[in-house]
């Protein structure tokens, strides 16, 4: 698919979608970046129609990014490409192969919980 996105803004646009509604700050943080990039991204997704932005109703220096119809519909877009690659992918392997890429999977996910757990019980420096 030719998105006419940079993987910055396609990171951007999953991340506000994610979140539902984010400030510039904790975007900026979220995606590691600088405030200043991250306002040039958003701003070049607002030229395209994919995201929002309005004013907080608590502070009106803050600036919320939210995702807009059509964004959503791109990223929708997106999951069922990719939904339908993993399924030709995958409509050749067999069921006792399935099984094997299902326990495989399982023990990495509950390796990633242990480490998130781990990280989140230590003492911040």
């Known amino acids: ?55 907080s109703p608590d502070d009106r220096r803050v600036l919320l990014v939210r995702t807009t119809d059509q964004g959503n519909e791109l990223l929708g877009k997106l999951r069922e490409t990719r939904v339908g690659h993993m399924s030709q992918i995958l409509a050749g392997t067999t069921n006792e192969d399935l099984n094997i890429m299902l326990q495989a999977f399982t023990s990495m996910l509950q390796a990633v919980e242990n480490y998130t757990a781990t990280l989140a019980s230590r003492p911040n420096p």
């Open 1 to 55: 698919m030719n998105l006419g996105l940079t993987v910055a803004q396609l990171k951007c646009l999953y991340h506000v979608a994610g979140e539902g509604c984010t400030n510039l700050k904790n975007l900026a943080a979220s995606l590691n970046v600088s405030p200043s990039n991250v306002t040039g991204i958003v701003e070049r997704l607002v030229e395209q129609g994919l995201v929002s932005r309005e004013g």
